[in-house]
C-alpha cells in the first residue's frame, strides 16, 4: 500500500495506544486488513495486541460509530475512528439518543475517498496482486499486466458525492484536513427519475427491488436505524411475512426510507453492503433533497445542536397537505 499510508497507520496507533493501554478507553474501533489488500474490516481492539492490526488505507469504509449503540458497556469509554461521514453518524446517534457523547472518544480521520474493489477489477481485467498509491493515480498489477488509472475514477460512488470527507466533529485530530467538496451532481440521478412519468418510476424501482433477499443489510449497517425493535421483527402488529413477497419488500424498503428521512447522513453503507446492488441511496437522495426544497437546506448529522425537520415544528411549516 501506499507509503503515506502505513506511516498514517503507525501515527494513529501511537495517538491511541495510550488511551487503550493507559484504560481510558476499554475499546478502540478501527480497522483491520482483511484476507485480501482490497478488503479492511472493522477491528475491535482491546489491548496492544489488538491494536498492532490497525490499519488506515483506501479501502476503510466501513462506517464504525454503526457498532457504538452494542460495544458500549456500563461505565466504560470506548474509542471510534472517524471520517466524515462516520463523525455525522455518531452526532446522529448521539441526537437519537442511542450513544451518550460523553463515553465516547472520537479520532478524527480526513477521508481521501475510499475506492472500490469492483472498479479496481474492472480497470485490472481481474483481481489484482498488487495495489500501490501516489500522486493521485493507482497502480495495479496482476495476471502479468500493469495499469495506472487516475484515484478519482476509482472511488466509491459514496464517496464520488461526499461533501464533507473532514470529521465534522471528533475530540483528537489525527491528520491533516483535507478541505469540504461540492458535489453538484449529487441529485442527477434522482432529477433524471423524476421526470419519467409514475408508471415508468414504478417500473424502474419494481424492477431493481425484485432482486431484493431480504437479508436487510441495510437495515443493519445504518446508524439511523437505532430503533431497539425493527418493525419487520413486530409480531403484534404483524408488518411483514417471513416468505417472500413483492409488495411486503416494497413495503421494507419504504418504510425503512421514511423512517430515516431527515435522519439519513448519505453516508451510501446501505447501497455499498447491498449484495445485489439495488441503488439505496438514490431513494434516500430524493428525501433529502425534497426535504431541502420543502424545509430549506439541511445535512444531518452536520450539526448536533439542530434537530431534524421532521422531528420539530414550525408555525411556517409547508403544509400543502392539508389545503383543499
Not at 25 to 34: A, D, F, M, N, R
Not at 83 to 109: H, I, W
Not at 279 to 300: M, S
Request: net charge negative.
Amino acid at each position: 500500500m501506499a507509503e503515506h499510508h502505513i506511516s498514517a497507520a503507525a501515527k494513529i496507533r501511537a495517538a491511541v495506544a495510550q488511551d487503550l493501554l493507559s484504560g481510558r478507553i476499554s475499546l478502540l474501533l478501527g480497522w483491520e486488513k482483511g484476507h485480501f489488500q482490497w478488503q479492511s474490516r472493522p477491528l475491535f481492539a482491546r489491548d496492544g495486541a489488538d491494536l498492532e492490526r490497525l490499519a488506515w488505507d483506501s479501502f476503510c469504509a466501513v462506517n464504525l460509530s454503526r457498532y457504538l449503540p452494542e460495544e458500549l458497556k456500563e461505565n466504560e469509554k470506548v474509542g471510534v475512528l472517524v471520517k466524515g461521514c462516520d463523525s455525522r453518524a455518531l452526532n446522529r446517534l448521539v441526537q437519537d439518543r442511542a450513544v451518550p457523547r460523553e463515553r465516547v472518544v472520537a479520532y478524527g480521520l480526513p477521508c481521501p475517498g475510499m475506492l472500490d474493489a469492483g472498479r479496481l477489477v474492472e480497470a485490472a481485467g481481474g483481481w489484482p496482486d498488487e495495489i500501490a498509491e501516489a500522486n493521485g493515480r493507482v497502480v495495479l498489477k496482476g495476471g502479468g499486466r500493469e495499469s495506472e488509472v487516475h484515484r478519482d475514477s476509482l472511488l466509491l460512488d459514496k464517496c464520488r458525492h461526499c461533501l464533507y470527507p473532514d470529521p465534522v466533529a471528533c475530540d483528537q485530530l489525527l491528520l491533516a484536513p483535507v478541505g469540504n467538496r461540492e458535489a453538484p451532481d449529487r441529485f442527477k440521478a434522482v432529477e433524471e427519475r423524476e421526470q419519467l412519468s409514475a408508471g415508468e418510476r414504478y417500473a424502474y424501482w419494481e424492477k431493481e427491488l425484485q432482486r431484493c433477499l431480504r437479508c436487510y443489510a441495510c437495515r443493519q449497517i445504518c446508524p439511523a436505524c437505532s430503533c431497539r425493535e425493527c418493525f419487520v421483527e413486530q409480531e403484534q402488529p404483524r408488518w411483514l411475512g417471513k416468505a417472500y413477497d413483492a409488495s411486503e419488500t416494497f413495503l421494507f424498503h419504504l418504510i425503512r426510507a421514511y423512517h430515516v428521512a431527515g435522519r439519513c447522513i448519505d453516508c451510501g453503507e446501505c447501497e455499498r453492503s447491498c449484495p445485489v446492488g439495488i441503488p439505496l441511496q438514490e431513494l434516500n437522495r430524493k428525501l433529502i433533497k425534497d426535504l431541502n426544497a420543502l424545509y430549506g437546506p439541511y445535512e444531518a448529522g452536520l450539526d448536533p445542536e439542530r434537530e431534524p425537520p421532521l422531528l420539530t415544528y414550525a408555525p411556517n411549516d409547508p403544509a400543502a397537505f392539508t389545503e383543499k
